[in-house]
C-alpha cells in the first residue's frame, strides 16, 4: 500500500469518526433542546418565557460564533473533558458544542411545522404534555427531524476539515500539513474529493430515510 493511499485511509477514518460520534451526540442532545424551545415558547403547550429566552439566548449566543474562533475558546474545556486539546477525539467536543444548539434550531423549526389542530385534539382527549412531545410532535415532524440529521452531519463534515487546521486530524488536517505545507497537490485534491463524496452519500442516506418516513405517515 502506497503512503499516500495509507494517509488518505487514516485521515478519512478519523474524519468518519468525528463526524458520526458529534452526530450522535448533536441528536441526542439537540432534539430535547429543540423541544423545548418549541414547547415552552408563547402559545405552546409548557409555555415558559424566562425558560425559552435563556435557551434562545444561549443557542443563539454558540450559532453566532465562528467554529474557527469556537475551536480556540473551548481549548481549555476539551482539555478537561478529553485530557487534551489537539487530536481526533478532542476535536469531537467542539464539534458536537457547534453542532448541538444547530441541531436544536432545526428540530425546533420542524415541531413548528406540526398542525396546531392535531396538538389541540390530543390535548382534548386528555393527553399529558410528555404524551403530546412523544406521540404527536416527533412521529409527526419526525421526516423534517432526520432531514434536519442531515443537514447537521453535513454541516459537521465541513467543521471537521476545519478542525484540522489546529490539529483536530482528519482530512482537513492532511490537506493543510501535505496538501498546503508540502505543496502536494495530488492530496489536496484528494482530500477535497473525498469530502464532496462524503456530503453526496450522507444526503442519499438522509433522503433515503426522509423518503421511507414520509411514506409511512
Known amino acids: 500500500m502506497s503512503e499516500t493511499l495509507q494517509l488518505?485511509?487514516?485521515?478519512?477514518?478519523q474524519t468518519i469518526y468525528m463526524v458520526v460520534i458529534s452526530t450522535l451526540i448533536a441528536t441526542v442532545l439537540g432534539i430535547p433542546l429543540g423541544v423545548?424551545?418549541?414547547?415552552?415558547?408563547?402559545?405552546?403547550?409548557?409555555?415558559?418565557?424566562?425558560?425559552n429566552k435563556i435557551l434562545s439566548t444561549i443557542v443563539n449566543i454558540f450559532r453566532s460564533i465562528p467554529f474557527v474562533i469556537l475551536l480556540i475558546v473551548l481549548m481549555p474545556f476539551t482539555r478537561l473533558i478529553v485530557g487534551t486539546?489537539?487530536?481526533?477525539?478532542?476535536?469531537?467536543v467542539p464539534l458536537s458544542v457547534a453542532a448541538i444548539p444547530f441541531m436544536g434550531r432545526l428540530t425546533e423549526t420542524a415541531l413548528r411545522e406540526v398542525d396546531?389542530?392535531?396538538i389541540e385534539a390530543a390535548q382534548a382527549m386528555g393527553a399529558s404534555p410528555?404524551?403530546?412531545?412523544?406521540k404527536v410532535l416527533i412521529p409527526e415532524a419526525l421526516p423534517s427531524i432526520v432531514s434536519g440529521i442531515t443537514i447537521t452531519a453535513i454541516n459537521l463534515i465541513g467543521y471537521s476539515a476545519m478542525a484540522g487546521v489546529i490539529g483536530g486530524g482528519g482530512l482537513g488536517d492532511l490537506a493543510v500539513r501535505y496538501g498546503?505545507?508540502?505543496?502536494?497537490?495530488?492530496?489536496?485534491?484528494w482530500t477535497?474529493?473525498?469530502?464532496?463524496?462524503?456530503?453526496?452519500?450522507t444526503q442519499l442516506i438522509g433522503?433515503?430515510?426522509?423518503?421511507?418516513?414520509?411514506?409511512?405517515?
Open 8 to 13: 488518505l485511509l487514516v485521515s478519512t477514518w
Open 36 to 51: 423545548l424551545l418549541m414547547v415552552t415558547d408563547k402559545g405552546q403547550i409548557l409555555q415558559n418565557d424566562i425558560l
Open 85 to 92: 486539546s489537539i487530536g481526533t477525539t478532542a476535536a469531537i
Open 116 to 118: 396546531r389542530g392535531v
Open 130 to 134: 410528555f404524551q403530546i412531545v412523544v
Open 180 to 189: 498546503y505545507q508540502r505543496f502536494m497537490i495530488d492530496i489536496m485534491l
Open 192 to 201: 477535497v474529493a473525498i469530502l464532496i463524496a462524503m456530503v453526496q452519500l
Open 207 to 217: 433522503d433515503f430515510f426522509v423518503r421511507r418516513l414520509s411514506r409511512n405517515r
